[in-house]
Nanobody, 117 residues
Framework: QVQLVESGGGLVQAGGSLKLSCVVS????????LYWYRQAPGKRRESVAL???????SYAASVKGRFAISRDNAENTVYLRMNSLKPEDTAVYYC???????????WGQGTQVTVSS
């Protein structure tokens, strides 16, 4: 059974930094694309960043230059380093694995990030 567990969220002041982690179990994800999404209260879930099996990353315009996604295939972990945080970054952050075998998506339970002004 594939499971994703996020951690690293918390309360931080504007301008601060956090690093989120997502540990994947039940599969070796070296061939899969990994994503970070976020959902703020009353808003739709949106994609923040992704990293492909080849290590190619892509970012939403709102976080480009401030956030960095990375993956450690040996540790089955994907990270999201968030710098220069803004109050509008406040949301529940989720990681997602898009399986290259079967096209199934797996989600974590989310971790809360709150940025105070």
């Amino acid at each position: 059974q594939v499971q994703l567990v996020e951690s690293g969220g918390g309360l931080v002041q504007a301008g601060g930094s956090l690093k989120l982690s997502c540990v994947v179990s039940g599969t070796s994800f070296s061939s899969d694309t990994l994503y970070w999404y976020r959902q703020a209260p009353g808003k739709r879930r949106e994609s923040v960043a992704l990293v492909t099996r080849y290590g190619v990353s892509s970012y939403a315009a709102s976080v480009k230059g401030r956030f960095a996604i990375s993956r450690d295939n040996a540790e089955n972990t994907v990270y999201l380093r968030m710098n220069s945080l803004k109050p509008e970054d406040t949301a529940v952050y989720y990681c997602k694995l898009s399986s290259s075998a079967g096209g199934i998506d797996y989600w974590g339970q989310g971790t809360q990030v709150t940025v105070s002004s």
